[in-house]
């Protein structure tokens, strides 16, 4: 069947069942959700679904209709992504459906149009898919995914039957490795950094050199709060010299904000249970003692962070202005501790 492949998505599953039990399988949807939780995935199962030869709905995933799916040649599965080369979807790729989805489907039961993603979207080829919402084709079902559902415009979300998709779990997220990983342990790093994102776990096991990092990430933590301000300028220049690019840089503050919030439950003498790492509780207790309230700035820092970088902000600028901000605090409190 076509749900056995999908991991953590029990409401969307259960939505589309009843829809085709009651063979009431909408013309458009929108499929909003973090990135790397099985949108796409689940779209082209839905496809298989509605194509496949054994019934509507079942998507046995055998027949010659479903493998077609599967590698994409099924003539009537169209999915819309930006061109090789480029970074959008263009207004041309959008005013080009209207003349395949008003022709009747070539081979399956209905022909399924995929978005991916509305991120991608020129602002006037959103325009332009307005208009084929307002009117849709017979015949076409129509799958927009996107990670923030607040982005699309209002026109076209009202047009669409939404769909949350949720993070995954750590066990559906070491499921769906499982089918591309086998034998070694998956370290709870991965687990914890991927962020309920199998995709991102993925990227994270596919990167060779992850643990040795990871490491380093680890142990400039627990060094940081004894660097001057020559070894903060030195660390920056070095990240420089090895070329970090600005996931590097964003891995380095969401790895960071995890030990930071380990640290802020340890302070308010909250469960240890809930710690992300708790291996390493001996090591966040022998750290010199911080109060709730600067971890609490620190982790809203670097939440500004991590927003700053995902929006293409200057690594090494970011980085070393909050460590600069991090060595004055430092240098504040014991100011006052000496009066």
């Known amino acids: 069947m076509w749900f056995e492949q999908i991991f953590g998505q029990h409401y969307a599953v259960e939505l589309f069942k009843k829809a085709f039990e009651n063979n009431r399988v909408a013309q458009s949807y929108l499929f909003f959700g973090p990135e790397g939780v099985g949108k796409k995935t689940f779209a082209i199962a839905l496809s298989m679904a509605i194509q496949c030869e054994q019934g509507f709905g079942v998507g046995c995933g055998i027949c010659i209709s479903c493998k077609k799916v599967l590698h994409g040649s099924h003539a009537d599965l169209v999915l819309v992504q930006p061109l090789e080369g480029k970074s959008t979807i263009s207004i041309d790729q959008i005013r080009q459906l209207p003349s395949i989805m008003y022709r009747k489907p070539q081979e399956g039961r209905r022909r399924v149009v995929i978005i ?6 020129e ?9 084929i919402l307002e009117e849709p084709p017979q015949d076409n079902v129509m799958i927009l995914l996107t990670q923030k559902i607040q982005q699309i415009l209002p026109t076209i979300a009202s047009r669409c039957q939404p769909v949350r998709f949720q993070t995954l779990s750590a066990s559906d997220i070491e499921k769906i490795i499982r089918k591309r990983i086998l ?8 687990m914890t950094l991927s962020r309920g994102s199998a995709a991102e776990a ?3 096991l596919e990167d060779e050199n992850f643990i040795e990092h990871w490491n380093s990430l680890r142990d400039w933590f627990f060094q940081e709060e004894n660097w001057t301000e020559i070894d903060r300028t030195e660390w920056i220049s070095q990240r420089e010299k090895e070329n970090w690019s600005r996931d590097d840089f964003l891995l380095f503050w969401e ?4 030990f930071l919030r380990d640290c802020l439950i340890i302070t308010v003498k909250g469960n240890t ?9 001996e090591q966040y207790q022998r750290m010199k003692p911080k109060s709730a ?10 939440e500004r ?7 293409r902000g200057n690594g090494p600028m970011i980085t070393e202005a909050i460590l600069m901000n991090w060595r004055r605090d430092i240098d504040a409190e014991r100011s006052r501790r000496a009066l």
């Open 123 to 131: 602002d006037e080829a959103q325009n332009a898919l307005l208009k």
């Open 202 to 204: 993925i990227r994270i």
């Open 273 to 281: 249970s809930l710690l992300d790492f708790p291996h390493l509780l």
């Open 116 to 121: 991916d993603s509305m991120e991608f979207l």
């Open 305 to 311: 962070a991590i927003f700053r970088l995902k929006n």
């Open 293 to 302: 309230s600067v971890i609490t700035n620190r982790l809203y820092e670097i």
């Open 183 to 190: 034998g070694d342990s998956i370290p709870k790093a991965v």
């Open 255 to 258: 790895t960071w904000q995890i």
